[in-house]
């Protein structure tokens, strides 16, 4: 592996602009340019991001730059964006799946930043290839700008997944090219500084793998604060994955060279006349068990990793368990058998939704495809629910006769190239019943009444009751009297522990006493 420093561009570059590219562009003069990177300094991440998206397109689109000057303009609109987008990564995650105008806003704002990012270095790379006098003159550059390229796409296919979207064969065909322009010219391996800071360093191999192993991770399975989890431990082990032009043991998935298809399992058929390159996760499915087990008997992450706040612990864990699950060679045969069926679900959304039984909530028709034991398959209609996203509570009433409302959680969103959403449901109550609950105290004197959801409208045999209730509605060491609704039946619980916590809801194990 050939190790390469690079001098620092930006400020230097952008002094050394005198107007000679002979370009009709405001940022071709310097004292303009210097205004304009000054002005992405305020504390409104939003509408810095949306201005710095305005200039990185008009750069793209502007010809006459020599290639030295356009990089250099590029980054210094790359560089004080970087606490911009960590701000609205932060806001994104912090939102409730309800929040659909301001969810709306900051997705669309990161999406178009990434991808006008992206795009921008990719110009540099073509006006790269369409000169060799350039190229030449250029070549200490050159790794980074693809590594950076390469970087870029990948946090615009992060952030169009944590949206459950589908990432188009033009981002993977874009990201194939710029890594046969690496292996071109011979610099896959060598390690640069693609950004300052302490981990800045990296090789364009490392970048084009942390994009195939995301494309492969099945984040249609995780909330989209687990799918930044996932890409921060992804970004940690990708020096670990492992790759080649052949098939190896541990290169468990596949990806054409040729571009126009998405990364993909290698027990999938490979598309005629494909170029193949095999990865895999190689030892970093030994270093995510290493954390996982740190993680289960210190309760902490190790010192060398850093995913995220340390609140998110359990988030954390069930994170990298699903990763190493996805990340091996096969995955397990299900529990029970999938079933296709042509039906309809009535859908209604989060704890209030189910608490209504549909009778004053806004419902949606979802089309049934496949039913099984535990849940279903379903297609969501392209425009609606905008709020699904995984972890999100529903309530569901089949299409059958004498069907009753029951509750479900989303575990699974993906889009095909179609639009249309894949849902997969995890069905938790087949008849919900709606009750209140009430805690006591030690003098008998009974608080304020809270309206719950009974997930079973009898104790178990062994003598438990599992409800949906409002985030924080009581605390696990509260006695407390719950009572159907429909006929007064009552029951003295303990809280037994904790099964799940959503966006809006908590799901809790009560014993009856």
């Known amino acids: 592996m050939i190790v390469r420093r690079q001098s620092a561009i930006g400020g230097g570059v952008l002094k ?46 502007t010809e006459g730059f020599v290639l030295a000057s ?39 704002a990161a999406t178009d930043f990434w991808r006008g990012l992206g795009d921008a270095y990719v110009v540099c ?53 710029l890594y046969n322009h690496a292996e071109r010219a011979g610099f896959l391996d060598e390690v640069v500084d693609i950004y300052g800071g302490a981990h800045g360093r990296g090789t364009v191999r490392q970048e084009f793998l942390r994009a195939l192993m995301l494309g492969v991770s099945s984040t249609g399975g995780l909330s989209p604060v687990k799918q930044n989890i996932a890409e921060r431990a992804i970004a940690h082990f990708s020096g670990a994955f492992v790759s080649g032009k052949r098939a190896a043991s541990g290169h468990n998935f596949l990806f054409d060279l040729s571009g126009g298809e998405s990364p993909a399992r290698a027990l999938v058929a490979p598309p005629e006349g494909a170029r193949l390159f095999y990865f895999g996760a190689g030892a970093a499915l030994e270093g995510v068990q290493k954390i996982i087990d740190a993680m289960s008997a210190k ?15 359990d988030q954390m864990e069930d994170t990298l368990m699903h990763l190493a699950f996805n990340w091996e060679k096969e995955l397990p045969v299900r529990d029970s058998e999938r079933r296709k069926v042509a039906s309809a679900l009535q859908i209604t959304q989060g704890f209030d939704g189910v608490l209504s039984l549909g009778s004053h909530v806004v419902q949606e028709t979802w089309v049934v495809e496949n039913a099984s034991a535990e849940g279903y398959g379903v297609i969501v209609p392209e425009r609606r629910s905008e709020w699904l996203q995984v972890g999100v509570l529903i309530g569901m009433l089949p299409e059958v006769h004498l069907a009753t409302w029951g509750a479900g959680v989303v575990r699974r969103v993906e889009s095909d190239a179609r639009g249309q959403r894949h849902v997969g449901i995890q069905v938790i109550s087949r008849a919900v019943v709606p009750a209140t609950m009430v805690a006591q105290s030690g003098t008998g004197a009974s608080a304020a009444p809270h309206k719950v959801v009974l997930l079973d409208a009898e104790p178990s045999t062994s003598g438990y009751l599992l409800a ?36 809006d809801f908590d799901r809790v194990r009560f014993k009856v006493v």
């Open 299 to 313: 309760g902490a992450l190790m010192s060398d990793i850093d995913l995220g706040p340390s609140e998110n612990r």
């Open 125 to 177: 790379v073509a006006q790269a290839e369409a000169d060799t006098s350039v190229a030449t003159a250029f070549r200490p550059l050159l790794p980074a700008l693809i590594a950076r390229a390469l970087r870029a796409h990948m946090l615009q296919i992060k952030w169009i997944l944590m949206r459950y979207g589908y990432v188009s064969d033009r981002c993977w065909h874009t990201i194939a090219r």
């Open 468 to 503: 949906l209730l409002r985030p924080e509605t009581f605390t696990l060491r509260d006695e407390l009297v719950v009572t159907r609704i429909a006929d007064g039946v009552t029951f003295n619980v303990m809280p037994s522990g904790l099964v799940e916590a959503g966006p």
């Open 16 to 61: 050394q602009l005198d107007g000679n590219d002979k370009v009709d562009h405001p940022m071709a003069d310097p004292a303009r340019a210097q205004e304009i990177i000054a002005s992405f300094s305020g504390d409104d991440a939003t509408q810095a991001t949306q201005e710095a998206t305005h200039w990185l397109a008009s750069l793209s689109e």
């Open 70 to 108: 356009r990089y250099a303009l590029i980054d210094s609109v790359d560089a004080p964006l970087k606490r911009h987008m960590q701000r609205l990564l932060e806001q994104y995650l912090a939102l409730k799946p309800q929040s659909k105008f301001e969810e709306n806003n900051l997705w669309k």
